[in-house]
């Protein structure tokens, strides 16, 4: 009887759990056809975006509008990564060679080089900002090891970490830029980040930790990592999986309670690859890739799969509690919860 009722009860505050039944993905009419990777949301009304074609968009109105640049002279670049840090100041970073970070600080009507390298197979992957002042850039393996750089002026300027110092990379180890997230700066102005290819690993305080994800090929491993820190506990969640096989669920999360050292596999994966992955707050995470969008209410334990649009990144608010996403030809969300 007792068990009986226990079951119940649990099965009936579980429906009727607002967070297990109400989100769902909000759609903007964008005005473009870019191809969206780059996302920095800096509080619940400010968001830029930057893609494909040298494109680059602004609302500071929470995504009920929108404003459309085509960066001049680089009309021909994708530029995978933002940061933004209000409505006139933001950082952008292109994929390919050469590679280029560009910097605004009147609303993108003109920028600025910030940093350019034309190194043969340089390829910047993701960025990460602390503060206002201090970034780190990480690109693909050149010469047998990582590209690190970093910024202590906001992006005005870039420093190479020296050669010798950059963590090597195993041969066909990458890292992907997929969502501008596979790179994370920590409160104590550490970086940790993830590869993928034929080894998928999180380089973290001068380790390498082994990944237990999809890895082996071309389109397999981590494409992203999203960290929390609270209660003098670090919470770590890696997503990814194999791009060329979107809807296998095989390998695409990891979850970790103790900044690493151990990692476990969700009881109810994310319903296929995934491209980024975002802590919201509390025990709630987002996940999104190009078949739709999971969150989860447990820490990463159970994901609930909320849409079946497909987006590449989503990012909470610096300063708010909003999500938003971006994605293939000009597609924008929002999360609500």
């Not at 994708?78 to 940061?83: A, N, Q, T, V």
């Not at 350019?116 to 002042?133: H, I, K, S, W």
């Not at 830029?177 to 590869?195: C, H, K, P, Q, Y």
């Not at 992203?224 to 979107?246: E, H, K, L, S």
Request: charged content about 20%; overall charge neutral; some cysteine.
């Amino acid at each position: 009887m007792y068990k009986r009722y226990f079951l119940w009860t649990a099965a009936f505050l579980f429906c009727c759990d607002p967070f297990a039944v109400a989100q769902q993905v909000a759609p903007f009419s964008s005005g473009t056809a870019a191809s969206l990777r780059g996302l920095s949301v800096v509080n619940n009304a400010i968001v830029w975006v930057s893609g494909s074609n040298g494109t680059v968009g602004r609302t500071t109105d929470g995504g009920k509008t929108w404003k459309w640049m085509t960066v001049k002279g680089h009309e021909s670049r994708d530029f995978r990564d933002i940061e933004a840090f209000d409505a006139e100041t933001a950082v952008i970073m292109a994929a390919g060679e050469p590679a280029i970070i560009l910097k605004t600080a009147n609303g993108g009507e003109t920028w600025k080089i910030a940093y350019e390298n034309d190194t043969p197979g340089m390829f910047l992957n993701a960025m990460d900002f602390r503060n206002e002042q201090r970034g780190i850039v990480v690109g693909d393996p050149v010469n047998g090891r990582f590209f690190i750089a970093q910024t202590f002026n906001g992006g005005d300027s870039w420093r190479e970490i020296p050669f010798k110092k950059l963590p090597p990379a195993d041969k066909g180890e990458v890292c992907f830029a997929a969502s501008g997230t596979n790179i994370r700066m920590l409160d104590n102005n550490e970086a940790v980040f993830v590869t993928g290819g034929t080894l998928s690993r999180l380089f973290w305080k001068e380790q390498a930790i082994n990944l237990p994800v999809a890895q082996g090929g071309e389109s397999t491993g981590a494409n992203a990592v999203a960290i929390t820190q609270n209660r003098n506990r670090t919470y770590i969640i890696v997503v990814g999986g194999d791009f060329f096989n979107p809807s296998s669920r095989a390998g695409n999360c990891v979850v970790s309670r103790d900044g690493g050292k151990t990692w476990i596999r969700p009881s109810n994966l994310p319903h296929g690859y995934r491209s980024c992955v975002e802590y919201v707050s509390g025990e709630k995470w987002a996940t999104c890739g190009i078949n739709g969008v999971d969150v989860s209410f447990d820490g990463g334990i159970n994901w609930n799969n909320v849409s079946a649009v497909g987006f590449y990144v989503c990012r909470k608010a610096k300063k708010g509690d909003t999500v938003f996403f971006a994605g293939e030809e000009g597609r924008i969300g929002k999360l609500v919860w």
